[in-house]
């Protein structure tokens, strides 16, 4: 059985690192969910943390926490959610930095095009992006140290193949 390692450098906010894909050995716990959509997997989790918890969790398993970049990943994050009565997940999204300057904290990217806010938001609550289950599946900006569940994502980037 031939196996092929993709390594490649990813350069964010001045990080040198280095990322072996796609990530393996996930750590479950109960009450989880798998999916994947595109080149990267999710896991759903239902304990309830407060955001930067969830993203230590996210981070100690090689993951971080989700970023929705697209429609349909949105919609794929949505459709998996949706058979769930929890009331809101923690995403990666934040202005931590600066108020009303929303960025990734997963990739350091500023929100594209793809914006999902609930009307009136943000509204300066919060610092952190939660992802509604139970309104219209929209966005909203929340206290960093409120308890919800989470999402983490694992993307699997390819810039060159070796074979060991």
């Keep these: 059985m031939k196996i092929t390692l993709a390594i490649c450098k990813i350069f964010l906010l001045g990080l040198n690192l ?29 304990t309830a943390v407060n955001w930067y918890t969830a993203r230590n969790k996210c981070r100690q398993q090689g993951l971080d926490l989700v970023s929705i970049e697209t429609e ?32 990734w904290d997963s990739t350091g990217l500023d929100f594209g095009p793809t914006q999902n806010w609930t009307s009136g938001q943000p509204n300066h609550s919060g610092d952190c992006l939660l992802l509604w289950n ?24 390819i810039c060159s193949e070796t074979s060991p």
């Design 18 to 46: 280095t990322a072996a894909g796609p990530v393996e050995g996930i750590n479950d716990e109960p009450s989880s969910l798998k999916f994947e959509y595109g080149d990267s997997s999710y896991i759903l989790y239902h």
């Design 72 to 103: 349909g990943e949105n919609t794929a994050i949505l459709n998996a959610i949706s058979s769930f009565k929890i009331e809101s997940f923690w995403t990666a999204g934040s202005d931590k930095w600066q108020e009303d300057s929303w960025y």
């Design 134 to 157: 139970v309104i219209d599946h929209l966005w909203d900006d929340a206290d960093c140290l409120h308890l919800n569940q989470f999402i983490c994502e694992s993307q699997t980037y």
